[in-house]
């Protein structure tokens, strides 16, 4: 079992910058590959970014590209999501997920363990 817990999100505006982190607690994190979601009110959960477990690869959702950027620290088991140039399109709650394996992935279905999510609040 791998316990997640995201913290960071709150309001902020348009343009401004936010970072969220996932510590995790429970099995060996540098095991597990991470990924960030969101979910917007009525809306599916969707793919942001994510990070291997080494934290050597990382990927974007082409929304975020450029402006998201994810850097994990074993040491410490976080993972941290750096948010820049925020829009209001960015509001949702983010999650973070994790998964065993070599791979990453995109799908939320993918992912066997899950935090609660923070929210992010961004005005315009």
């Known amino acids: 079992q791998v316990q997640l817990v995201e913290s960071g999100g709150g309001l902020v505006q348009t343009g401004g910058s936010l970072r969220l982190s996932c510590a995790a607690s429970?099995?060996?994190?540098?095991?597990?590959?991470v990924a960030w979601f969101r979910q917007a009110p009525g809306k599916e959960r969707d793919f942001v970014g994510t990070?291997?477990?080494?934290?050597?690869?990382?990927n974007y959702a082409d929304s975020v590209k450029g402006r998201f950027a994810i850097a994990r620290d074993n040491a410490k088991n976080t993972v941290n999501l750096q948010m820049n140039s925020l829009r209001p399109e960015d509001t949702a709650v983010y999650y973070c997920?994790?998964?065993?394996?070599?791979?990453?992935?995109?799908?939320?279905?993918?992912?066997?363990?899950w935090g609660q999510g923070t929210q992010v609040t961004v005005s315009s």
């Open positions: 997920a994790a998964r065993s394996g070599s791979s990453t992935s995109f799908t939320p279905s993918s992912y066997d363990y």
């Open positions: 429970g099995r060996t994190f540098s095991n597990y590959n």
């Open positions: 990070i291997n477990w080494s934290g050597r690869y990382t």
